[in-house]
Structures are given as C-alpha cells and as structure tokens.
C-alpha cells in the first residue's frame, strides 16, 4: 500500500546493534582485526578492575576491542538505558535495562 511507512517489530536499539554488529564485523574482518584474543576476560581474585575502554563509533570500538582484548564501550549508542560494548571476538554485547540508569540530575551529577 502506498504511503505507509515499514513497520518491524522489533525495538529500534535491536535494529542498531545488528547494524552496529555487521559493520563493525566487516570493518574488522577488512583490517585483519577481528580476531578472538586468548586469555579470559575475568580479573584475578583480589586484582583491581581495570579502566573500561570507549570508543565513540562502532569501527573504532571493534579494533580496539580487538587490540586490547577486552570489551569496549561504544559511546556513540549509549542511551539513558542502554550501552553497548564491542567484544574482542569481534561481536557486539548490548547492556539493557528497563528504568533508565544513566540520568544527569538537577545538580550537574
């Protein structure tokens, strides 16, 4: 029918983390970069987290997360309940939830 808009029926943060995923793929298979690091991702009991790494577009998320061998944050998708992180394999992970957690409040915080 002419005039109506496409409709799909699943929420738009799935539809930017597919595109997200296949571009990053592509973008690291094309530079020789998605390739899965060996060695876990767990730190040792005891050990301090390390700094988690962001990038602002998914291509540059997927070759640093290849690079350093842990997940990368992709600033450019982060949302007030969402945030997704490049894996070092080469895929995507996407953080959810359903009550916004990242809200700036009245004071700046």
Do not use: H, N
Not at 4 to 27: E, K, N, T
Not at 61 to 66: E, I, K, T
Not at 74 to 100: I, K, M
Request: include cysteine.
């Amino acid at each position: 029918m002419a005039g109506q808009g496409y409709a799909c029926r699943f929420p738009v943060s799935f539809r930017m983390v597919a595109a997200a995923s296949a571009i990053g793929l592509a973008a690291g298979l094309v530079a020789g970069l998605a390739v899965p690091q060996k060695g876990g991702l767990a730190p040792a009991r005891g050990a301090l987290p390390s700094a988690r790494l962001t990038a602002w577009g998914t291509a540059s998320a997927s070759a640093l997360a290849a690079s350093a061998g842990q997940p990368v944050e992709v600033l450019s998708d982060r949302t007030d309940y969402a945030q997704t992180f490049a894996d070092p394999d080469g895929g995507f992970t996407l953080d959810e939830s359903a009550s916004p957690v990242r809200v700036q409040q009245p004071d700046g915080s």
